[in-house]
Every structure is written in structure tokens, then in C-alpha cells.
């Protein structure tokens, strides 16, 4: 069984510049969650997809934004690239359908912006 | 709001010896407690994890947690230490939003293993 995909590895951005990061989630699995994690900080929620529409947000900007396809992928949009959102990305998928007390994160292996 | 509190930054343990990672969180009502891993280059993995079943939850790679409710702790252990273990530990808590639940990280302790 494959797991969840992400794309590209890295990306080099310039300030006030647009970033475009992919996620394709285990086969079967209908929810997608973003995460961010900057260096030496836990993972900070940033979105959760769930039969392609957005089920809830974190605590970020506006310019934070995604969609998820009909085939369940996603794709995490971050406008106006400001210095701090150099940070790991973070995706995942889960089996129960996601916001369930007992949710597995299956994760991809993260997108670095820089 | 929930949130969730490792004790250390960094633990350094030598091979053969036990590892004990400290967690501690605050809920108003049952959470679910989880212990994800990530090793260096890799994704996260997750260990194991607490749905109010058993309070000793066993885990991959020979790793246990044990829920203690009075003390409000979910702490890591293993009774010894093998070099593939030096990775970044994560407690994380089920935390009740609007209608759904979410996941709240700690900020990870990474576990170095010395020869």
C-alpha cells in the first residue's frame, strides 16, 4: 500500500512570492490535514479536508488556503510569502473520515519551504 | 482548551539503558493521547496511543505509555535503549472543536542514544 505523497521536497521562495505544495493521500482515505512545523516547534494545525470541502482552519492567515480534489488529493496554497513561513509542511491522511477522538494521522514525508 | 507539555527538550540516554519521556497534559473531559515518532529524514510515525481502553497502551519498537489520570500524565518508556530509537518524540492530545476533534502537538523531545 503506498503512502501518503507529497510534492515537491523542497522549495525556494522569495519574499512576498507565491508557494504551491501537494498532497496525495493513502488510496481509500477521504481526509487531509496540513501541518506546519518550523524548526524546533511542534506541528501547528493548518487545515483539515475532508470529501473536498474545508472542515476547519488553525490559527493562521488568510493567505493560508487549500482545496482537495475529487480524487481526495490536496493542495496547500501560502500567498505573500512572508520569512517565517519557512517551515516543514506537513501532510496527512486518516482511515476514519478525520475529527473523530480516536484519528491515526498517516503522514507523508513533508514539503520544505524555504 | 487543551494542551499538551513535554517535560524535556532533549533526553540522552546510553544504549542498554531505559528511556523514560515525560508528557503531561490538561483536558476537561476524556482525551485521547497519542505518542507519534519522527526519525530524521523520515515522516511521522505513530507509536501508539490511548482511547480510554487499557491504561497501559504498548506500542511498535517496544515502546509503552501509561495513562495516569490523578497525575494527568502519559509518559513514554522503553526498558532499553537501541541507537535506532535517537529520533523526535511527539505527545499529542484529541481536543474537542466545534463539532469535530483536533490534534494538539506537543513541542517534541528528541531522544538522543549514546553508544
Known amino acids: 500500500e503506498a503512502g501518503v505523497t507529497q510534492s515537491p521536497t523542497h522549495l525556494i521562495k522569495t519574499r512576498g512570492q507565491q508557494a504551491t505544495l501537494r498532497c496525495s493521500p493513502i488510496s481509500g482515505h477521504t481526509s487531509v490535514y496540513w501541518y506546519q512545523q518550523a524548526l524546533g516547534l511542534g506541528l501547528q494545525f493548518l487545515l483539515w479536508?475532508?470529501?473536498?470541502?474545508?472542515?476547519n482552519r488553525g490559527n493562521f492567515p488568510p493567505r493560508f488556503s487549500g482545496r482537495q480534489f475529487p480524487n481526495y488529493s490536496s493542495e496547500l496554497n501560502v500567498n505573500a510569502l512572508e520569512l517565517e513561513d519557512s517551515a516543514l509542511y506537513l501532510c496527512a491522511s486518516t482511515p476514519e473520515g478525520g475529527g473523530t477522538r480516536t484519528d491515526t494521522h498517516y503522514f507523508g514525508p513533508g514539503s520544505r519551504l524555504t | 482548551a487543551q494542551s499538551v507539555t513535554q517535560l524535556d527538550s532533549h533526553v540522552s540516554v546510553s544504549e542498554g539503558t531505559p528511556v523514560l519521556l515525560r508528557c503531561n497534559y490538561s483536558?476537561?473531559?476524556?482525551?485521547?493521547l497519542f505518542w507519534y515518532v519522527q526519525h530524521p529524514n523520515k515522516g511521522l510515525q505513530l507509536l501508539l496511543k490511548y482511547t480510554s481502553a487499557a491504561t497501559l497502551v504498548k506500542g511498535i519498537n517496544g515502546f509503552e505509555a501509561e495513562f495516569k489520570k490523578s497525575e494527568t500524565s502519559f509518559h513514554l518508556t522503553k526498558p532499553s535503549a537501541h541507537m535506532s530509537d535517537a529520533a523526535e518524540y511527539f505527545c499529542v492530545v484529541s481536543d474537542h472543536l466545534d463539532s469535530n476533534y483536533q490534534l494538539i502537538w506537543g513541542a517534541g523531545t528528541k531522544l538522543i542514544i549514546k553508544p
Open positions: 479536508y475532508d470529501e473536498g470541502e474545508e472542515r
Open positions: 483536558s476537561s473531559y476524556s482525551p485521547s
